[in-house]
Every structure is written in structure tokens, then in C-alpha cells.
């Protein structure tokens, strides 16, 4: 029952939360970044600093660019290397929203946690964001380390709290703090204030 923070994920994965990305073809990336700009082959290879035929085999996958070769197709169409292996945005804009109430969350309690799930209506979401009551006092309450797929932000809201995690050393953490880790890192967190504090987590699901 202590790990209910991971059933919590596999249940909001389950439920069509986290859709898997479409890997990506760079070569028709480029060539839709130059075509957005209105550019020929040689007018873009010129951006990049580039020979045409070069810049040709990585738009059609003959070839697969250098990092330096990645820098000055960057900076020819000016945006950041990571940009170039970013999917683009759907056409069609997405505007929704979920609304939760405070204390209207969806409830899942624990022996260490009571977990109130936030934006549930909401489905395919990227990240799953709850609030937690912290009961815990030790890690003896704990069945071992939590751990799972993603990365985690937890925020403190009331109290005091402490933060284990398997790698580096237990942190104190009181409200207005905040911390941002790798999930799959084995974590735990404990109240040591004389009442259950409160936490704000947000767990990625891509």
C-alpha cells in the first residue's frame, strides 16, 4: 500500500494518460523547417554553411549529420539544436482545461500518504500532478524504496518535511521549498513536524 505513488501512475497510464511519441524522421524535419521558410536547397545550405548535396542526403536520410553539422543547420534556421528533434506542434490547437476545487480532488489514501488526485477529468495528460497528506514519521513505515518511470516535482505546502532519496543524503524541507529529481531514483518523504504535512507532487508520464 506505501507505494501507492507508482499504482497511481500505472493507473493514469492505463487509462490513456501517456501516449507514446511518433519517433522522429530528422531528414523530414529539416526539410519541413526549410520549406516553412520558403527556402530552396541551396538557399538553406547557404544559411547553414552547408554544401547543397550534403544538406540533400540529410533531408532525404542518405546521411546522418555530424553535431557540427546539426549546429550550423541550427543556427542557418535559427533555432536551437534540441528544436531540430522536437516534434511540431498538431495544427489544430488544443485549449482545454481542468478546474479542481480545493478538497474536490479524487482521494487515495495510504498507511503513509493520502493522496488527492488533481485535474482528473482531464485525459492524455503529460504530467499527473496531487497533493499528499504526509502521515508518515519514519522509513521504517515504508516497504522499501518508491520509485518509478519519469521525473518528479515536489513542492512543500504546510509543515515540515524529509526528504529521502537513494542516491544523496536525507534533506529537510519546510513550506515554500521545493525539489525536482529523477523518479527512478528510489524516494521517500516523512513528516517531522508535530502535524501530517502537506505536499504538492507532479509526476511526468512521457
Do not use: C
Not at 490513456?16 to 536547397?41: C, F, I, M, S, Y
Not at 550534403?54 to 535559427?78: C, F, H, R, W
Amino acid at each position: 500500500m506505501s507505494r501507492d505513488p507508482k499504482s497511481l501512475i500505472r493507473i493514469a497510464r492505463e487509462s490513456g494518460d501517456a501516449p507514446q511519441p511518433e519517433p522522429l524522421d530528422l531528414g523530414h524535419r529539416v526539410r519541413e523547417l526549410r520549406k516553412e521558410r520558403n527556402w530552396t536547397l541551396e538557399q538553406a545550405a547557404r544559411q547553414a554553411g552547408l554544401a547543397r548535396s550534403t544538406l540533400s542526403k540529410i533531408e532525404n536520410g542518405q546521411m546522418s549529420p555530424t553535431y557540427d553539422a546539426l549546429k550550423k543547420l541550427a543556427v542557418g534556421l535559427e533555432i536551437s539544436v534540441p528544436q531540430l528533434f522536437t516534434q511540431p506542434q498538431q495544427e489544430k490547437v488544443n485549449g482545454r482545461m481542468a478546474v479542481t476545487r480545493s478538497d474536490a480532488g479524487q482521494s487515495h489514501a495510504t498507511a503513509t500518504y493520502e493522496h488527492e488526485l488533481l485535474a482528473e477529468s482531464l485525459t492524455r495528460k503529460k504530467m499527473l500532478p496531487y497533493r499528499a497528506r504526509v502521515r508518515a514519521r519514519s522509513m521504517e513505515e515504508f516497504d522499501g524504496w518508491v520509485r518509478h518511470d519519469g521525473e518528479e516535482f515536489l513542492y512543500v505546502l504546510t509543515g515540515v518535511v524529509r526528504l529521502y532519496t537513494e542516491f544523496y543524503e536525507a534533506i529537510e524541507m519546510k513550506r515554500g521549498d521545493s525539489a525536482y529529481y529523477d523518479a527512478t531514483m528510489g524516494h521517500n518523504v516523512v513528516s517531522v513536524s508535530p502535524e501530517d504535512a502537506s505536499i504538492l507532487w507532479v509526476t511526468s508520464l512521457g
